[in-house]
């Protein structure tokens, strides 16, 4: 069953065609990645999906539900969390602030709670306080919660932007490049959570990724994007041994 249908987005920035007319039909609970070279529209088409921008043309349909002319954090509500290429953390709050900035309950109630003083909120709080932890427990930084964001290590940073996606409690996660920069071990890690968000918490993930190892065994599906069109689609074994993703992407690594 499909969770997620992209129809024909087409996104024109002035003279250049970003997007041209891409499609992709997303199961419930699968993983998807998105591949191709610099340039070739990824994070554009990420940006349409999660209401950063609006497209030229075209639909995106979440449980048969149109999301154009959403805003970003509308989007979140209907269920599309996402990490960034480059990472968009508070860098002075700590990192259990980070993850409570992505829960859109813990920002009311707080608030709330702190200008009324009043207890049921503060006890609301308390219990985004306690659900922050347990998604750092997940990701593997509970240890670090008091720390600021800045003083982390790359790979423990990504980690945090993951468990800030996951307190808006999405159904469907964006992961924009998330194993740049990390050394194998820490992509190794990576994947593994990656496996392992999607079987606990019932989601479907979608990934723009380099690595082509990670791509490979993680995805069921892969989309391939040049020069703003999809140049093929399909699962991993074919899509390694398709001569036009060899000659546009695969055969320059
Ligand atoms: P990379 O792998 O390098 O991140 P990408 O596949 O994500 O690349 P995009 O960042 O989506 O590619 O860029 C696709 C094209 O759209 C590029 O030519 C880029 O310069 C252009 N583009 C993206 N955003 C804008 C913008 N806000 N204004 C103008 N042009 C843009």
Sequence with gaps: MSILEVQNLTKKFGGITANQDVSMTVEKNSI?????????????YFNMITGVYQPTSGTILLNNEKLNGLKPHEVSKKGIARTFQNIRLFSEMSVLENVLV???????????????????????????????????EYVGLAPLLNEKACNLSYGAQRRLEIARALAAKPTVLLLD??????????????????????????????????DMKLVMEISEHIVVLDHGEKIAEGKPEHIRNNPKVIEAYLGSG
């Design 177 to 210: 490049e998330p194993a740049a920069g990390m050394n194998p071990k820490e992509t190794n890690e990576l994947t593994q959570l990656i496996k392992k968000m999607r079987q606990e918490y019932n989601l479907t993930i979608i990934l723009i990724e380099h």
């Design 102 to 136: 992505g829960m859109h309950t813990h920002i009311k109630a707080g608030l709330i709670g702190i200008l009324f003083n009043l207890p049921a909120i503060r006890k609301e709080e308390k219990a985004s306080e306690v659900k922050a932890y347990q998604l750092l």
């Design 32 to 44: 998807t990645a998105v591949i191709g070279p610099n340039g070739a529209g990824k994070t554009t």
